[in-house]
Every structure is written in C-alpha cells, then in structure tokens.
C-alpha cells in the first residue's frame, strides 16, 4: 500500500492556526525580498480563507500570544 504525495504533505505542515504556516510563509517572503512580509502574507491568507475565516485565525493566534 502507498501513501499519495497529497496526504504527505498534509502531514508536514503545522497545524492550521498555530501562527507557524504564518511564520514560515513571512519569512520565505522575506527572503524573496518583500517590503513589508506580514502585510503579503496576511493579504495572501485572507485571500485563501476568506475575511472571515482568517479573522479567527488571527484572533486565535493573538489570543495565544497574550
């Protein structure tokens, strides 16, 4: 039995709303040589989740850092 490359990849990524995905995603901004990261990735992923739904996650992560 194998295992499709779908579902490995699945299994490395951190989980959704750890704020780790976000990490990784500013920092490989960053190395391309964005301006500002944050604002690219946080406009990235409220275009992949939808307003709402990257809103929850936001607060979320806030939530925990505090």
Request: hydrophobic share 25%; aromatic share 6%; charged share 40%.
């Given at each position: 039995?194998?295992?499709?490359?779908?579902?490995?990849?699945?299994?490395?990524?951190?989980?959704?709303?750890?704020?780790?995905?976000?990490?990784?995603?500013?920092k490989?901004?960053?190395?391309?040589?964005?301006?500002?990261?944050?604002?690219?990735?946080?406009?990235?992923?409220?275009?992949?989740?939808?307003?709402?739904?990257?809103?929850?996650?936001?607060?979320?992560?806030?939530?925990?850092?505090?």
């Amino acid at each position: 039995m194998t295992i499709s490359r779908g579902k490995i990849s699945k299994q490395l990524k951190p989980k959704l709303g750890t704020g780790k995905r976000f990490k990784n995603l500013t920092k490989k901004l960053k190395k391309k040589g964005a301006k500002d990261p944050k604002a690219l990735a946080a406009y990235i992923g409220r275009k992949k989740y939808g307003k709402k739904k990257f809103q929850k996650l936001s607060s979320k992560g806030r939530r925990r850092v505090s």
